[in-house]
């Protein structure tokens, strides 16, 4: 009926504004994120450089969850595990003489992705709770696997010599360098998800996650593509853990623990669910709040708690939805 009165009378204000671009919020964030360290440079806050560095690598792992949380509907709660199996692949390696980047985190990634398949091998065939109760044992089983890891320091964890090599070059070990290593793996891990959320793939899984039989009945393999989407899922996060660790120069099994798998899916549910720089945005929110409360009192997360869960409560679709919400009224 709305459009029949279209036709027959004035077009609504709403139908004649012109639609952004879906691309420039994207492009603001990033541009952002790029200028943000040299404005932090130049006065002279190295400090702050230091924190977006953690934001950009947290925003990494919140963009992996989304892909199979957003346009999967899998609620992973031991997404960190893949975290802390990167971040322990790189203190391994430097600790038996392979410093370099080029073979750490491809090494990391890959060990991530190797758990991915054997775990998610079994997770893929249920949903819903048991499919948060599985994963909440297999990220656990990683938990104290790494408390158990006497050699590389157990519960205490490991420390690092220093910043991965980068071709036997200590670039790395620049703050601002190191900040702009992290902004392209980023944006590199934001792109190939917008790629395959867009293909075939990304519409078979969309497909499978709204209705299963259905996607089944019509031949799709549905256990196989959740299978691909979460071992890509753990491969990037294993990307996040692998800068993490060269960011702290520390690796703690408290990386994979199941609060670090809650706070990031608070991340991607805060700046907005199924939205991939949505997931950037709230884990820039979800940092930046707890960095500022932390410095107000000791008794922050008091405050926290409640205020995350309203924004949830009351922004529908994240900060993301009401950025849009506003945008249009």
Not at 88 to 102: E, F, K, S
Not at 193 to 209: D, E, N, P, T, Y
Not at 239 to 249: D, M, R, S, V
Request: with cysteine; net charge neutral.
């Amino acid at each position: 009926m709305a459009d029949v009165a279209g036709e027959i009378g004035p077009v609504p204000a709403e139908r004649t504004r012109p639609r952004v671009a879906p691309f420039l919020l994207p492009l603001l964030l990033f541009t952002a994120l790029a200028l943000a360290p040299l404005l932090a440079n130049a006065v002279g806050s190295g400090y702050l450089v230091g924190l977006l560095s953690r934001v950009v690598i947290f925003a990494i792992a919140a963009v992996s969850l989304d892909l199979i949380l957003g346009f999967g509907a899998m609620v992973s709660f031991g997404h960190a595990a893949f975290l802390g199996i990167g971040a322990y692949a790189v203190g391994i390696a430097q600790a038996h003489g392979l410093p370099d980047a080029t073979v750490a985190i491809p090494l990391a990634m890959a060990a991530s992705a190797v758990f991915a398949l054997g775990t998610g091998a079994v997770a893929v065939r249920t949903d819903g709770v048991h499919f948060i109760m599985i994963t909440l044992a297999f990220g656990q089983m990683a938990y104290f696997t790494a408390t158990s890891l006497a050699q590389y320091g157990g519960d205490d964890g490991l420390t690092l010599q220093g910043r991965s090599e980068l071709f036997g070059s200590t670039l790395l070990g620049d703050r601002l360098a190191f900040y702009y290593a992290c902004l392209a793996c980023l944006l590199a891990t934001y792109a190939l998800c917008r790629i395959v959320v867009a293909s075939r793939f990304g519409r078979v899984l969309r497909a499978a996650m709204e209705n299963p039989g259905r996607a089944a009945s019509l031949g799709f393999a549905v256990a196989r593509v959740r299978l691909v989407a979460y071992v890509m899922a753990g491969s990037l996060c294993g990307l996040a853990g692998a800068l993490l660790a060269n960011q702290a120069e520390f690796v703690s099994p408290a990386y994979m623990s199941w609060q670090r798998s809650g706070e990031l899916i608070f991340m991607v549910v805060l700046g907005g669910l199924g939205s991939l720089h949505g997931a950037i945005i709230g884990a820039l929110a979800f940092l930046l709040l707890e960095e500022w409360l932390s410095e107000l009192t000791e008794h922050w997360k008091m405050v926290f708690g409640p205020l995350l869960v309203l924004v949830v409560l009351f922004a529908r679709g994240g900060l993301l939805g009401l950025v849009r919400n506003r945008a249009r009224g």
